[in-house]
């Protein structure tokens, strides 16, 4: 009878991105419910159960919740967490079936195996013309323990088997633990308290990404996604894409480069990042005009179209250059910041054309 309801179980299940995701909106509770309706699954011939209009409130009745909430559950299970699968008719796991799968071809193996044995048993064992009545029946009598024993062979290999596959499972767990990092929910669970609700997707790229940086610096991207007021997903992962790409591994070397920015911030807008670099004839342009006497006193368009030129290669807005700098009188527009990003006109260009219909204006 215990065999009856034996299927394997990963003793790390609860680690799978579909259940954490499961576990992230249900809980505990819905970790339960879960096994629960496995159980229930692994019970029928098939490993299916047929949907009609009792089966929620005989779900109900297991889950020990209204029938309501038991429908809603195994729905968010097929539709939300992809852990059952539905055709209309009937409703299944996947791995259940996957798993009984191979079970039920064993046993059907051990089965057909024994029956041969005990078949050519017979025939050796049978009607022999050189014995007498005696002997067939002596025959007869050794043939029931003999047969006793390979009845008894039966279970006793299937414990075999059973041991078998109890190492191959501890030993998969044991990989899975090596790989698996030692906190790997820590950053799962800083997602779910801060973030919202985590899809399996999501789920599967936290976990790549603390295979490759670890669990803190996962976390540690996320908590700067939420102090710079970008609660996303997408807006740490660019975070930890930064720290990969400058091969910074660890919090101390995350947290030097983040002070070094700010200090490139605190000296003013010169010295700060650029999300792209100054072309080198701009710089080789500033260098003849600082090394020629005629040029030491700058013209103050000059030093605005420079100054513009910045502006705009980091990515300023038109309201914050119109706002933050002394470029407001100029009366820029967007087109003038497109022309100067897209390189088909100087900031100096831009801000002579700009003083000449002023001058014609007035």
Request: charged share 35%; with cysteine.
């Given at each position: 009878?215990?065999?009856t309801?034996?299927?394997s179980?990963?003793?790390?299940?609860?680690?799978?991105?579909?259940?954490?995701?499961?576990?992230?909106?249900y809980?505990s509770?819905?970790?339960?419910?879960y096994w629960?309706?496995?159980?229930?699954?692994?019970?029928?011939?098939?490993?299916?159960?047929?949907?009609?209009?009792?089966?929620?409130?005989?779900?109900?009745?297991?889950?020990?919740?209204?029938?309501?909430?038991?429908?809603?559950?195994?729905?968010?299970?097929?539709?939300?967490?992809?852990?059952?699968?539905t055709?209309?008719?009937?409703?299944?796991?996947?791995?259940?079936?996957?798993?009984?799968?191979?079970?039920d071809?064993?046993?059907?193996?051990?089965?057909?195996?024994?029956?041969?044995r005990?078949?050519?048993?017979?025939?050796?064992?049978?009607?022999?013309?050189?014995?007498?009545?005696?002997?067939?029946?002596?025959?007869?009598?050794?043939?029931?323990?003999?047969?006793?024993?390979?009845?008894?062979a039966?279970?006793?290999?299937?414990?075999?088997?059973?041991?078998?596959?109890?190492?191959?499972?501890?030993?998969?767990?044991?990989?899975e633990?090596?790989?698996?990092?030692?906190?790997?929910?820590?950053?799962i669970?800083?997602?779910?308290?801060?973030?919202?609700?985590?899809?399996?997707?999501?789920?599967?790229e936290?976990?790549?990404?603390?295979?490759?940086?670890?669990?803190?610096?996962?976390?540690?991207?996320?908590?700067?996604?939420?102090?710079?007021?970008?609660?996303?997903?997408?807006?740490a992962?660019?975070?930890?894409?930064?720290?990969?790409?400058?091969?910074?591994?660890?919090?101390?070397?995350?947290?030097?480069?983040?002070v070094?920015?700010?200090?490139?911030?605190?000296?003013?807008?010169?010295?700060?990042?650029?999300?792209?670099?100054?072309?080198?004839?701009?710089?080789?342009?500033?260098?003849?005009?600082?090394?020629?006497?005629?040029?030491?006193?700058?013209?103050?368009?000059?030093?605005?179209?420079?100054?513009?030129?910045?502006?705009?290669?980091?990515?300023?807005?038109?309201?914050?250059?119109?706002?933050?700098?002394?470029?407001?009188?100029?009366?820029?527009?967007?087109?003038?910041?497109?022309?100067?990003?897209?390189?088909?006109?100087?900031?100096?260009?831009?801000?002579?054309?700009?003083?000449?219909?002023?001058?014609?204006?007035?």
């Amino acid at each position: 009878m215990k065999n009856t309801y034996y299927f394997s179980h990963d003793g790390n299940a609860r680690n799978d991105p579909k259940i954490l995701s499961m576990r992230s909106v249900y809980g505990s509770e819905g970790y339960g419910w879960y096994w629960i309706i496995i159980e229930m699954l692994r019970e029928q011939n098939d490993y299916k159960i047929k949907i009609n209009k009792y089966t929620w409130n005989a779900l109900a009745m297991q889950l020990q919740c209204n029938a309501d909430a038991a429908h809603r559950f195994a729905s968010d299970c097929i539709n939300e967490f992809e852990l059952l699968h539905t055709d209309g008719e009937y409703f299944w796991s996947e791995s259940l079936l996957k798993r009984m799968e191979v079970k039920d071809t064993k046993s059907e193996k051990a089965k057909k195996a024994a029956q041969a044995r005990w078949k050519k048993k017979a025939r050796q064992d049978g009607d022999s013309s050189g014995k007498s009545s005696e002997d067939k029946k002596s025959n007869a009598k050794d043939m029931q323990p003999h047969s006793e024993r390979n009845a008894d062979a039966m279970p006793n290999k299937e414990k075999k088997s059973k041991v078998n596959e109890s190492k191959e499972k501890k030993s998969k767990e044991d990989e899975e633990k090596k790989k698996e990092p030692a906190t790997s929910t820590d950053a799962i669970r800083f997602y779910q308290n801060n973030f919202g609700m985590l899809r399996p997707q999501t789920s599967e790229e936290i976990m790549a990404w603390i295979q490759d940086l670890g669990d803190d610096m996962v976390t540690e991207a996320m908590k700067r996604a939420l102090d710079r007021n970008k609660p996303s997903w997408g807006y740490a992962k660019s975070i930890l894409q930064s720290w990969a790409n400058k091969n910074i591994q660890t919090l101390e070397q995350a947290q030097a480069e983040e002070v070094e920015f700010k200090n490139k911030q605190q000296r003013g807008f010169a010295g700060s990042k650029s999300s792209e670099v100054v072309p080198e004839w701009f710089n080789k342009q500033d260098e003849q005009k600082q090394s020629s006497p005629a040029n030491n006193q700058k013209s103050k368009i000059e030093k605005d179209a420079q100054t513009l030129y910045l502006w705009v290669k980091t990515k300023k807005s038109l309201d914050e250059i119109q706002n933050q700098s002394d470029l407001g009188h100029y009366g820029l527009t967007e087109r003038d910041l497109e022309r100067i990003e897209n390189n088909s006109a100087t900031g100096l260009e831009v801000l002579k054309s700009k003083s000449k219909l002023k001058a014609v204006g007035s």
